[in-house]
C-alpha cells in the first residue's frame, strides 16, 4: 500500500488560508496584466494623437505660408496701386517745392553685381541737378524707412562709381503715417508724402528748404 504523504504547514498557517493567498496573488498578477494592457492602449492612442497633432501643425503651417504669400502678393499688387496714384500728381506737387524734375518713372533696379550693390526703386524723379528716390508703402514702418536709408546709401554709392555727380534726396510715401514713422522719415532727411483730402501733400524734412 503506498504510503500517503501528509503537509505539515507552519503553526497557524492552513490550508485555506495559502490557497486564498494564492488565489489572491493570481488575481493581482491578472490586474496587473490588465493595467499593463491599458497603459499600452493609453500609449498607442496618445501617440496617434501626437501623430495627428503633428499632421495638422503641418497643414496649419502649409496654410499659413500660403496666406502670408497671398497677403505678401496683395500687399505688392496695393504698393503698385499706390505707386500709380502718387507718381502723376508727384513731378507737380514737387515743382511747387521749387524742384523741377523733366522725367518720372516707376520700378528701376540697380544690379550691380560686381560692387556688390543690388537694390529696387519704387518711384525715381530726376533731371539734370537733382534725383529724388521715393519708397512706396500702405503703412510706413520705422523697418521700412531704415531700409531707405540703406537704399540710399547704395544709389549714392553706385552713383559715385559711375561719376554721377547729381544730388541725391529721398522721399517716403504712404497711404497712412504713424506720428513716430512720420518724425523718424523726416530726422533722416526724407520728404514725406501723404494723403490730404482728394491730393497729397509733401513734408519737407528740416534743413531741406
Known amino acids: 500500500m ?59 503651417d502649409r496654410q499659413m505660408k500660403k496666406t502670408d504669400r497671398k497677403i505678401g502678393d496683395l500687399g505688392n499688387r496695393f504698393g503698385e496701386v499706390i505707386e500709380y496714384m502718387v507718381m502723376p500728381n508727384l513731378v507737380k506737387k514737387f515743382q511747387e517745392l521749387g524742384f523741377v524734375f523733366t522725367k518720372a518713372y516707376p520700378h528701376a533696379t540697380i544690379e550691380d553685381e560686381k560692387n556688390n550693390i ?7 524723379l530726376e533731371n539734370g541737378d537733382k534725383v529724388m528716390i521715393v519708397e512706396v508703402k500702405s503703412k510706413p514702418s520705422t523697418e521700412h524707412i531704415i531700409e531707405h536709408i540703406e537704399r540710399m546709401e547704395k544709389v549714392k554709392a553706385h552713383a559715385n562709381l559711375h561719376g554721377d555727380r547729381r544730388v541725391f534726396l529721398g522721399a517716403v510715401a504712404g497711404m497712412v503715417f504713424n506720428r513716430n514713422e512720420r518724425n523718424f522719415a523726416l530726422k ?13 501733400t509733401i513734408t519737407v524734412p528740416e534743413g531741406h528748404n
Not at 533722416?188 to 482728394?198: K, L, N, Q, R, T
Open 188 to 200: 533722416h532727411g526724407f520728404y514725406v508724402v501723404e494723403p490730404s483730402g482728394d491730393t497729397f
Open 2 to 60: 503506498a504510503k500517503t504523504e501528509t503537509i505539515n504547514y507552519p503553526r497557524g498557517l492552513t490550508f485555506e488560508a495559502v490557497w486564498a493567498a494564492l488565489q489572491e496573488t493570481d488575481r493581482q498578477m491578472k490586474e496587473t496584466d490588465r493595467m499593463v494592457k491599458e497603459v499600452a492602449q493609453a500609449q498607442k492612442e496618445t501617440d496617434r494623437q501626437m501623430k495627428e497633432t503633428a499632421e495638422a501643425q503641418k497643414e496649419t
Open 118 to 124: 543690388i537694390t529696387e526703386i519704387d518711384i525715381t
